[in-house]
Structures are given as C-alpha cells and as structure tokens.
C-alpha cells in the first residue's frame, strides 16, 4: 500500500501559518467595509432613528414607573405591605428559570450556517471566533436584568437607593445564570439538568405565590426580616440592611464578572452542531418575527427540540377514526412532559395576581396565562391546518379535524381552570376563563398563513400588507370577548351564555386554508 492510501494528516506547513482569529476578523470587517453600498449619513439616519426612538419609550416609559413608584411608596395598607414583602420571592424564581431556559432554547452561543461551515471547521481557535457572541449575549441578559430589577422594585415603592441596589442583584445573578447555561451547552446532559433547574425554581416561585394567596394573617417574622432588610431608615444615614444588600449585591457583581472571564476560556468546548443550531433558530425567528406570526415562532422552538433529540420511542396506536387521532394527540403531548410542568408552573400568574389584592385582574391574568400554557399543545391541529395534503390524507374534513384535535388540549384546560379556581373565586368565572382559553388557542392554532395579497398599507417601517396586522390578534380577540362578561360585571347567565355561544360557533365555523 502507498504512503497516499494512508490517513491524511493536517500539517501546518503545507498551506501555511493558521491566522488568528483577531486577524480573521480584521480581514472579515475590512473586506465588508469594501464592498459596502451605503455612506456613512446614509447608516448615521437610521442608528439616529433608533435611538432618538429609544429615548422617546425610554423617557416615557421611566416618567410612568416614576409615579408609580410614588403612588406605591404612599400606600401604607396591609396588602401593600404583603405585596412588597413575597413579591421579589416570586419574581426572582421566575426571571432565573425564565433565563435559563429561553438562553438554552438559543443557544445560548449561537453562529450562522455559514460561520459554521467556513471558520468553525477549520484549525483557527473556535474559543476566540466564539467570544465576540458570548460577550453579546452576556452583556444583553445584564442590560435586561437591570432594567427588569429597577422596574419591579420600583413598582413595589422602593426608595431609588434600594431600586439601583436590587437591579444590580439582579442583572447579577441572571448573568450567573447565563454563565451557567453556556458551561451547560457544552453536553447533552448538562442542558438537561439545567433545565431540570429551571423547572425547580419555576416551582419554588409557585410556593409563595399560592401562600399568598391564601394566607390568613400577617406574619410578623416574615415582615420583620424583610423590613429590617429593605425598608427600614435611619436618619443618620445608610442602615445595616441597606450595608448589607451592599455588599450581596458587590459580592454577586465579583462572582458574575469571575464566571463570566471562566466561562469565555471554555468556548472552544462547545460542539459546532448546537452552535449552528442556535444560529438557525435565530434566523427562523426573525423571519416568523418579520411576518408578525406568532404561532411560527413556537414552531420553530419545537423544530430544533426535536432535530436535538433526533428520535423518540414509537408507540402502537390504539382505536379506530376519531379515538385514535385523540389517542396520538395524548402521547405526542406526553412526549414533551416538560412542557407540562411549565404549564402547571403558570398557575403562579393568578395567584400571584390575587395574593397581590387585584381581584378584579385575576381572571384577565388566569386566562393569559392558561392561554400561554395550552398554546404549545395544539402544534398537530396546527400542522393539519397548514398542510392540505395531511389532511386529505387523514380523511376527515377540516372542521371535524379540529374538534377531535382539540379533544386533549380541551381536558387539560379544564384541569387548569379547574387548578386556578380557588384564585379566580367563581364557577362561572372559571368557566369563562376556560372558555377563553381553549377557544382562543384552537383559533390561533387553526388561523391560515398570513396573506400578502391586497394594496401595500404605509407605515414608519415600509409598506406592510394589511393581512399581517391581524395576524398577532387571531386568537386573543376571542379571549377577550370570552372575557368581556366577566370584566363587565354581568350577571352569572351572560358569563355562561357568551362564552358558550363563542364555543359553539367557533367550532362549527370550517377554518379558512391558505
């Protein structure tokens, strides 16, 4: 055998030294600037819209919360004080699990196809063409972690010093936690436990919002503990809560900026077919973005879970015609339990909602958040609908797809509901809000693809064609009108009869194709 059957192996001298990265990239943004089409006052315009409207909302947005802040601090009644001792136990939990899992469904590294195929395969050190991302994505979860922070203790009437100080706790630890989602991206198994985190910290912002909820009395340890950590004041100046939420927050500062220069000294680690990925998942949201569909990007987070997990364990169907679509309905919603945990996990919104003393939002709340819960369920009702030949292939008509393909998302509603009773208080309520539900989601799963025909409307943004402005609404204007008995304050009949009657047409009206 010759020395030219034999396994190839890469040596350097025979095409040349490796460049770095840095000059990689030097060479990348000088070749861009090359062949660049526009001027400088040409991008200049557009950077200046963009900010001149980020100050705008900013301004706004800051003058709002400002008297919010000033209304909440003047409020001296007994829910007040519950709502701003339990509150951050709530919302902390949830910003952790809700990081972790929106990171690891992203990436949260991320490159495009291309980056993947011409620089990530190559010998050139994948850590280095990989920072520049981490350091985008750690920056932005910072950024939103501070906003996030400053606006909910502002809300809660907090004194600014103690607003800053809990915004940089928080934009702390979720930089921690996006920390953790980059070491955990590095195996398959480490993005499992990560999520398994994350649906335990989903669960703990559970507890107290269901102990608020019901709780009977003030507990005075509680209010002492956090009282003398928040809000206590000393004319003399800072206070030994104050200090000490000091030092947390500077010690959580030190550890983040410690795991955050770690963490980026282990990117070379990260597999090149979960970076890619993300960098597809990106791109397919900015296109379902593009054409206002909010089912599409759904669609596209399940895509990439199941090219992830390449195969399941198949199961033998049981039944004849409609029971056994139900059937297969049942394990394909059981094939994604994590999704159910999640789902169960909203039941945290009207509780909260009610611990908080907004009894009259609760039911609003309850039905956002059931909507949010079933929604990801009817992604088969939603592919029949998109797919003319699957249903041909079924034999059933549209109409009657529906209905049977809403069978098990329909029960679980009714769980939900039925779980979310003791916050909403009423039976007719209930049922409005699980009305509302089921309804709303089987609309916007069965709503057809958005139409690009008809005159171009203009707008700010560019022409628009007027189908895509009712896209985002298909779904949630019958949630609203399930509602609207319940908002209005009618007897208990009309809250039973309207939401009925949506029942009834919405199923027995054929949905549209594409």
Same mark, same amino acid.
């Given at each position: ?12 001298? @025979?095409?040349?030294?490796?460049? !770095? ?43 709002? &919360? ?7 601090? *003047? ?17 902390? =939990?949830?910003? /952790? ?8 469904? $992203? ?11 011409? /620089? ?67 195996? *398959? ?38 009282? %003398? ?10 206070? !030994? ?9 500077? +010690?959580?500062? &030190? ?8 963490? !980026? ?24 973005? %593009?054409? /206002? ?5 759904? @669609? ?90 699957? $249903? ?20 679980? *509603? ?50 628009? =064609? ?25 007897? !208990? ?5 309207? =939401?009925?009657?949506?029942? +009834? ?10």
């Amino acid at each position: 055998m010759s020395a030219a059957d034999g396994p190839v192996r890469f040596d350097p001298s @025979d095409f040349g030294t490796i460049p !770095s990265s840095r000059a990689l990239r030097s060479w990348m943004r000088t070749t861009r600037r090359q062949h660049a089409d526009r001027s400088f006052w040409e991008i200049f315009e557009d950077v200046y819209l963009v900010l001149f409207t980020l100050a705008m909302v900013g301004a706004t947005g800051g003058n709002v &919360v400002r008297h919010l802040n000033s209304n909440a601090a *003047t409020c001296t009644s007994w829910t007040c004080g519950q709502l701003t001792s339990w509150l951050p136990w709530i919302v902390m =939990p949830l910003l /952790l699990a809700t990081t972790i899992r929106v990171l690891l469904a $992203v990436g949260p590294v991320s490159a495009s196809r291309a980056t993947g195929f011409w /620089l990530l395969a190559t010998p050139v050190n994948r850590a280095s063409l990989l920072r520049p991302a981490y350091r985008l994505v750690i920056a932005s979860v910072a950024v939103i972690g501070v906003v996030a922070g400053a606006v909910i203790w502002a809300l809660l009437g907090e004194p600014w010093f103690d607003v800053i100080e809990a915004a940089v706790l928080i934009g702390a630890l979720l930089v921690c936690a996006a920390v953790a989602t980059v070491w955990a991206q590095q195996t *398959t198994r480490r993005s499992k436990w990560a999520l398994r985190v994350s649906d335990v910290l989903l669960a703990a912002a559970v507890i107290p919002a269901v102990f608020l909820a019901f709780r009977p009395g003030e507990d005075r340890f509680t209010n002492h503990i956090i009282t %003398s950590t928040f809000t206590v004041r000393d004319a003399g100046g800072l206070t !030994s809560g104050q200090l000490y939420l000091l030092l947390l927050c500077a +010690m959580a500062v &030190v550890v983040g900026v410690v795991l955050a220069v770690l963490a !980026s000294r282990t990117l070379d680690r990260l597999g090149r077919i979960s970076v890619i990925a993300g960098g597809e998942l990106l791109a397919g949201l900015a296109g379902a973005a %593009s054409s /206002l569909d909010v089912s599409m990007l759904g @669609d596209v987070i399940a895509g990439r879970h199941w090219r992830l997990k390449g195969r399941v364990r198949s199961r033998r169907g049981r039944g004849a015609d409609g029971a056994a679509i139900v059937h297969r309905e049942f394990h394909r919603i059981l094939r994604w339990p994590r999704r159910i945990a999640v789902a169960f996990g909203l039941l945290v919104v009207p509780y909260a909602v009610h611990g908080a003393g907004f009894h009259v939002l609760v039911p609003i709340a309850a039905a956002i958040a059931g909507f949010i819960a079933v929604r990801p369920m009817l992604d088969g009702l939603r592919t029949a609908c998109r797919s003319t030949g699957l $249903v041909r292939a079924l034999g059933w008509d549209l109409r009657e797809l529906r209905v049977v393909m809403a069978v098990v998302p329909g029960l679980f *509603t009714i769980v939900w509901a039925a779980c979310a009773y003791p916050a909403v208080g009423s039976a007719t309520s209930s049922f409005a809000v699980a009305a509302a539900v089921i309804s709303g989601t089987v609309r916007q799963a069965s709503a057809r693809p958005p139409s690009y025909a008809g005159p171009l409307v203009t707008s700010p943004m560019g022409a628009i =064609p007027p189908g895509l402005f009712s896209q985002p609404a298909r779904g949630f204007d019958l949630l609203v009108l399930c509602l609207a008995p319940v908002l209005f304050n009618l007897s !208990s009949l009309w809250v039973v009869v309207i =939401p009925s009657v949506v029942l +009834m047409l919405m199923f027995a009206v054929r949905p549209k194709t594409a």
